[in-house]
């Protein structure tokens, strides 16, 4: 017997019932822009940015419209200029070298490993191209933080953190988004909490914390955030930060706040699927694990396997026989982007510099969401399906 999976890829649970309670409470008072509050009312998204910076050990957070957005003010905050070169992951998704261009710098491009991190020798060679590296943790795949660290460190580069992939997760124990100067995260539909759209910056820097407030579009209201500097610091800067408007809803905010208290369940329930998943698939013959390093605490919310050095004709025939078995593998080495994937020379506004030991690895990357609408047993069978179809294909 042929087994199918009938599940969806992209379906998220539904928003808990605490947070529909505040959303509708929102609603009904219909003060849902962050600084219509009444005498004594905080707000909903204050209280998230209070909430956050606590639950991450941070001294200031600012809530923003989406991931994407945070990235940006972050490379603002930090000063970079039109023209500027920034360092990035070859490995990433559209938004994160888009920030940079959005800000008119220019990305430059660090290769990737087999653990699907960034190449910290190609990162050593480029350190003294650029003063800031945006790094991506892309797929939630942490590199060795130690060394990157000492490396930009040494070198003066900035790290401003992309934490989209990991929200809840830790290298030798101290949160994502800790090490470099700003931390960043999506609550994007597909990331780890769900507003739809949002953003969340965390810094322990005053001025940094200050500027993006301002940038994100307080007006002269920063008073009113629990997490951001004292009035003083907003002094240095007010007159010469522009307001680029993003901005947090009260709406959004509440709907966070609920999910946020619960982050840590979800990251078990999500290393639940993903180490099913990941027991399933080891040893397959041609299929090559991405092990985890010790160090690492990961939120396994999607999966990744390498097909290394196979002919883009034999994936692709993993990819069609597994989807008519409903299992939904993304290729980050196709030819042409497609969906969310794309890769570094697909994205042409930013002239690429080859990296022929990361095209070897970005040609075998395939890649899976896991929904926590997966059981377990759904886990296992989606595993039974992927060892099948790659064992078919390997032996032909
Ligand atoms: C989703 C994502 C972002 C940006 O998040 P948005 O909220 O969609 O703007 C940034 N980096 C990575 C790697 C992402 O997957």
Same mark, same amino acid.
């Given at each position: 017997?042929?087994?199918?999976?009938?599940?969806?890829?992209?379906?998220? *649970?539904?928003?808990?019932?605490?947070?529909?309670?505040?959303?509708?409470?929102?609603?009904?008072?219909?003060?849902?822009?962050?600084?219509?509050?009444?005498?004594?009312?905080?707000?909903?998204?204050?209280?998230?940015?209070?909430?956050?910076?606590?639950?991450?050990?941070?001294?200031?957070?600012?809530?923003?419209?989406?991931?994407?957005?945070?990235?940006?003010?972050?490379?603002?905050?930090?000063?970079?200029?039109?023209?500027?070169?920034?360092?990035?992951?070859?490995? $990433?998704?559209?938004?994160?070298?888009?920030?940079?261009?959005?800000?008119?710098?220019?990305?430059?491009?660090?290769?990737?490993?087999?653990?699907?991190?960034?190449?910290?020798?190609?990162?050593?060679?480029?350190?003294?191209?650029?003063?800031?590296?945006?790094?991506?943790?892309?797929?939630?795949?942490?590199?060795?933080?130690?060394?990157?660290?000492?490396?930009?460190?040494?070198?003066?580069?900035?790290?401003?953190?992309?934490?989209?992939? $990991?929200?809840?997760?830790?290298?030798?124990?101290?949160?994502?988004?800790?090490?470099?100067?700003?931390?960043?995260?999506?609550?994007?539909?597909?990331?780890?909490?769900?507003?739809?759209?949002?953003?969340?910056?965390?810094?322990?820097?005053?001025?940094?914390?200050?500027?993006?407030?301002?940038?994100?579009?307080?007006?002269?209201?920063?008073?009113?955030?629990?997490?951001?500097?004292?009035?003083?610091?907003?002094?240095?800067?007010?007159?010469?930060?522009?307001?680029?408007?993003?901005?947090?809803?009260?709406?959004?905010?509440?709907?966070?706040?609920?999910?946020?208290?619960?982050?840590?369940?979800?990251?078990?329930?999500?290393?639940?699927?993903?180490?099913?998943?990941?027991?399933?698939?080891?040893?397959?013959?041609?299929?090559?694990?991405?092990?985890?390093?010790?160090? *690492?605490?990961?939120?396994?919310?999607?999966?990744?396997?390498?097909?290394?050095?196979?002919?883009?004709?034999?994936?692709?025939?993993?990819?069609?026989?597994?989807?008519?078995?409903?299992? *939904?593998?993304?290729?980050?080495?196709?030819?042409?982007?497609?969906?969310?994937?794309?890769?570094?020379?697909?994205?042409?506004?930013?002239?690429?510099?080859?990296?022929?030991?990361?095209?070897?690895?970005?040609?075998?990357?395939?890649?899976?969401?896991?929904?926590? $609408?997966?059981?377990?047993?759904?886990?296992?069978?989606?595993?039974?399906?992927?060892?099948?179809?790659?064992?078919?294909?390997?032996?032909?």
């Amino acid at each position: 017997m042929t087994e199918i999976f009938t599940g969806s890829f992209t379906q998220q *649970e539904p928003i808990p019932e605490e947070a529909v309670e505040a959303a509708l409470a929102v609603l009904r008072h219909g003060r849902l822009h962050r600084y219509n509050v009444v005498p004594g009312e905080p707000g909903e998204t204050a209280l998230l940015e209070q909430e956050f910076a606590a639950q991450m050990g941070a001294k200031y957070c600012l809530a923003v419209s989406s991931g994407g957005y945070a990235l940006a003010t972050a490379l603002r905050a930090v000063g970079v200029q039109s023209g500027d070169p920034v360092l990035t992951n070859a490995f $990433t998704l559209a938004p994160v070298p888009g920030s940079i261009a959005s800000v008119g710098a220019k990305p430059v491009f660090v290769g990737v490993t087999e653990n699907l991190t960034i190449d910290l020798d190609d990162l050593e060679a480029k350190l003294n191209h650029a003063r800031v590296l945006m790094l991506s943790h892309m797929r939630g795949h942490l590199c060795d933080m130690d060394r990157l660290m000492q490396m930009c460190d040494a070198a003066g580069v900035v790290v401003i953190e992309d934490c989209a992939h $990991t929200m809840g997760a830790a290298w030798r124990g101290q949160l994502s988004g800790r090490q470099g100067a700003v931390g960043c995260y999506s609550c994007q539909t597909y990331k780890h909490v769900n507003s739809g759209e949002g953003g969340l910056l965390i810094t322990d820097d005053e001025e940094l914390a200050a500027k993006a407030t301002m940038l994100s579009g307080s007006y002269m209201l920063f008073e009113r955030h629990l997490a951001a500097p004292a009035p003083e610091a907003f002094e240095k800067i007010k007159y010469t930060t522009p307001n680029v408007s993003g901005r947090m809803d009260n709406l959004r905010a509440a709907i966070l706040r609920p999910q946020l208290r619960e982050l840590g369940r979800q990251v078990q329930r999500w290393n639940e699927r993903y180490d099913k998943i990941e027991a399933g698939l080891r040893d397959t013959p041609g299929l090559t694990i991405v092990e985890r390093p010790e160090e *690492e605490t990961y939120v396994g919310s999607s999966i990744q396997f390498l097909l290394l050095d196979w002919s883009p004709e034999h994936i692709a025939e993993v990819i069609r026989r597994c989807a008519a078995r409903g299992v *939904e593998l993304k290729w980050f080495g196709g030819a042409e982007p497609t969906g969310f994937t794309s890769r570094y020379d697909s994205w042409r506004y930013a002239d690429s510099e080859p990296l022929p030991s990361s095209d070897r690895i970005l040609a075998g990357v395939m890649d899976m969401r896991v929904p926590l $609408t997966f059981s377990l047993d759904d886990c296992r069978l989606i595993a039974r399906i992927i060892r099948s179809e790659v064992g078919s294909v390997f032996q032909s």
